[in-house]
Structure formats: C-alpha cells, structure tokens
C-alpha cells in the first residue's frame, strides 16, 4: 500500500459518557494508518479520555448536540485548514461501528487502484443517493475545495436526526457530486447480494466488509438478512472478539437473549432490548398474534379511507400546481416592473473551434402524462432542456421549483423564457456566477435533424455525460429508424437504459425506480439513459 499522510476526524457519542473498548480498539487500529482527532458529543472524565490518548493526536469531549457532522464541523474549526490541507487523504469516521473485522491496509490498497475523488465502504439512498457517512475517505482536491469548508460551515442542530440525514449525510455526496467530484464505494451499489444493510454476514465473508454496525444488533436494519449464530460467523470469518462485542451490548443494558432472537429472526421494527423490559416468550407471541390479527382489518380500513379520497389528492395536486404557475408568473410580473429579466445564474462557454454540425428538428414530440410520469427535483437540482419544450410539456414534467435552463428553444418568447442558442451541440457547457461547471440532474433532448454520423453522435453523447452526475438521467427523443444507432452510441459511452417498473422518479434512485413512462408522437422513440 503506497504511503500517504492521512488525518481521520472520528466522532464520538455515549449517553453514559464513556469511551468504550471497541471505541479504542477501532481508534488503535485506525491509528497505524491516519493521524485521529476525536471529539465526543458528551462531557467525559479524565480517565476515560487516558484510553485513548496514546491513539490520537487530540481529544475533545464536549456536548454540541450536532450528531456527528457537528463533531466533525467542530474538529475541523480547532485543527484548521491549513492543517487539514498538509494531508493527502482524510478519513470520517464514527462510533457507530464494531470493527474493523479485517486490516485496514487491504481496503486502502483496493480503494487506491479506484478513480474517484472520495470514496466510502457502500452506498445508500434515502433523498439521494450517498456514501454512509459511518466511514467515508476524501482526497486532497475535495477537502481543498470551497465546497467542503462551504458545506460544513452550515452544519448547524436539529430538532430531529431524520432533519440530520436528510440535511447533511444525504446531501453531502450529492453537493460534493454537484461540484464536479466523483466517488466510488467498496461494495456496489448495485451489488445488492454483499450489501451490508442487505446481508452483513454475507458481506463479511465474500467481500472481507470491516465494519460491523451497532444497530445490526438491535433489529433497526430494515432488509437486514436473519443470522443463525452471529457469533459463530464472526469467530469463524474474522479475527474481532465476540466478547468485545457482548460487553459492550451488556454495558449498554441489553439483553443478549433477546439480542440472539432479533438477530436470528430477521426482527425488524425496533425492539424493546433492555432485561428489565418484561419482553417474555408469551408477550411477544400474544403481540405477534394480535398484529396478524389487525393486519387484514387495518388493511381494509385504508383502502375504504383510500377510495373516498382519492379525489381529494388529485384536486390538491391541481391547487398545487396551479400555486406554482402563479408564482412563476408574479415573477415575471416582477422583472417587468423592474424593467428588467430575471437574474441569470449561469453562463454559456462553447469552445470557438466547431467539432460537429448537429441540429435539433423544429418538432414538439414529447407527451407526459401527469399522473404516469413524475418528476420531483429537489430545490438544488439543475435541469437542461434542449429543443422546443412546450407549455404542456412543461406543466406535465412540473419544472418548476428546480433551477432550469432552455436551450434552442424556438418558443421562448412564447414560454416568456430565455432560451440559449448554442451553435455547437458537441462542446459547450455552462457555468454558475461563481465560474464553476454546472452538473444537471436531468437532461432532455428533442430529437436531432435527419441522418447524424456515429462519429457526431459519440462527441454530442459524449459532451452530455460530462455535464452529468452519478444520479442523473438522460432522456433522448429520437426517430424510429435511428433508434438502435443512438443505443449503440448510448452503450459505448458507458451508458445504460434506466428503465424498471415503478416509474421515472429523477431524484430517487437511478438504478430501480427509472421508466419509460413518457409517450412519443408516431414514429417516435423515447430512450431513457444514465451513466453506469
């Protein structure tokens, strides 16, 4: 493993206000690779600070109720940038964790062979998709950059952990991702079979998974994989002790008991673990019994409630959307008596030698439907739409809230829009008030004027991709008799259909919910790509 200078910000929590023994195990382990600052969100006494002291390079302790963003935003004040930017790489890290199961160097020497900007041990996907923020690696360029001091200077408390999730470990990936970098994770996301939420056990055995989550034995993995012997499994697979396990599960005031039947039964909701809980064998059947019982009745319950509201749904969907197109027109109301447009956002750049003379047709071919397609762009998404986009087009894709440019749009002054002319479909791209490359989310494409060459339609692709990030879609109407020449082009710039049945959702996840739910005039083929 080549030698790099690492820095490893580890976050710390203990309602108790200990710093337990698997603590300082992983610390210690994680101390032969990385320089590590810890910070505990609690007040801890000297002594327990002294266990780990000859691991880390500074320990802080204090209360901020910032969860482990927080932890890592304090930290990072106290180090300094300066500081920070002398090392190659920096690792975030937290407690969450019983580990590692194997030696760091054989995941480092793996992730190093990988061309990404950071990366972490597996993916997930809640509002979009992201690295786990339990063990994530980032190279120099990205804690560099304005992006990372920008994202971490907003952390700030929340009332709840989900506003955690979804402010910051959800949005970390996809901010860094908007920026320009790209990540990677040790397990696929789309490996599915060796995920560690799916089958940990699994996991550990094929693919040497270091880490063990805590939750793994509370039953608060959702598609978690039941486990026979948990314990059997890690003595026979790893190195790690069973019993630092157990003391920990038993300092924490759970029964192991009930830990082994949660773990073996594939438990899913969140349990009632602590011994003096009264979770005997008949009140868990009589509960099991009961809720079997409810099932079918609350079943019914909710398809009657469904049936007679149903109605109600479609006309909020309705007010809603109307609301918005008031608002879009107030604000051009606005600009008006402001004499002035809209604020730009962005800037065109096209090289000034042509590589390719591509052009769009005048013809308006696609046709959404409401309530087939949806398209729920977050606030920060940006959106590309190339060709003549109708207002029905429009109003059925509901692009609204998201930041959206026009480009070649014949109908501008109709849609009262600015519409960019772009002379060179092959080698443009845009930029923000700030000079940074804009990365969009969702891109659509009219169709392309008569016969395009192979060599054209690779640099035009091509030229697309690089505007995207990993979780954008890319939607390109093209004609009949094209269609297999733009899905061989498509597939050798490594890009695949995103198609599955549960229909186009642009900021869910792009490898399950994507479909071709957008219909095409006659003679007409809609094709819906993302990158691999």
Sequence with gaps: MEHKKRICLFAGFDKNGEIADYVVYYIKTLSRITDVYYWGDFTAKANEKSKIAPYCKAIYCERHGKYDFGSWQELISKIGRKNIESYDELILANDSCYGPLFEWSDIFSKMDQCDCDFWGLSLAYRRHVHIQSYF???????????????FFKQVKKEERYSDVCARYEDRFTYILSKAGFSFCSYIDYGDLNNHPYNDVITAIKQC??????????LGDIRDQ????DWRKEISMHTDYSVEIIEQDLLRRGYDLDVIDYNVKNKYSET???YSDSGGSLPKR???KVAKNILKPIIYLMDKYIGNRTVQFAYKTDRLNREYRCLQRENAILQAKLEQKHLGRQYELVESSKKQCRLSLTDKDVIIARHFELELPLTDESNVLLIGNIG???LASLELYEPSVIFANNDWGEELQIESERIQDLCSFNFNDQTG??????FILVQPLEGHVSKNELEKFIENLKSQMIFESVLIMMVADNEQAKYEEALQSKDMCPANSERGLVVRSDPFQTYCDKISSIKGYKTLIYKIK
């Excluded at 994530?136 to 920008?150: A, G, N, R, W």
């Excluded at 040497?208 to 034995?217: D, Q, R």
Aim: net charge positive; glycine share 2%.
């Design 136 to 150: 994530m690696v980032l190279k120099q360029q990205v804690f560099c950059s304005e992006t990372f001091y920008d």
């Design 208 to 217: 040497h998974f270091p880490l063990l989550k805590v939750k793994f034995f």
């Design 225 to 228: 994989a039941g486990v026979l």
């Design 271 to 273: 349990p009632n673990l």
């Design 285 to 287: 059947i009589l509960k």
């Design 391 to 393: 207002l029905h087009n």
């Design 436 to 441: 940074r490359k804009i990365f969009f989310d």
